[in-house]
């Protein structure tokens, strides 16, 4: 019977990756949230299941630690062509960032 060991021993040159994961936190004015999560064409929620479902994507999904340590922050209040160049300036400053 041969040996096993061979096939399951670790080489020495094996290589380490590091990667580095940045968070960015899109974030509003209650208000204005739940104002677009009405007028959105597709699934729009009411005033009750928005804050629902704020509730549980906060306590249960546990977004809100994630937000709270987030790299970046975006302050969405504005139009969307707003949200493309802020956006373009987050990435734009990751790329510097070694």
């Known amino acids: 019977m041969g040996s096993i060991r061979g096939r399951n021993t670790c080489s020495s040159s094996a290589i380490t990756t590091i990667r580095i994961v940045r968070v960015v936190a899109v ?3 209650p208000a204005m949230r739940y ?4 007028q959105r064409p597709v699934r729009p929620l009411t ?5 629902s479902r704020d509730e549980t994507e906060i306590t249960h999904l546990n977004k809100a630690g994630a ?13 969307l062509k707003d949200l493309e160049k802020e956006t373009k300036k ?9």
Request: glycine share 2%.
């Open 67 to 79: 937000i709270a340590m987030a790299d970046y922050t975006i302050v969405n209040e504005g139009s």
């Open 35 to 38: 104002a677009r999560l009405s």
């Open 27 to 29: 974030c509003h004015r």
């Open 90 to 98: 987050i990435i734009s400053s990751m790329e510097k960032q070694p």
């Open 47 to 51: 005033l009750k299941e928005a804050y």
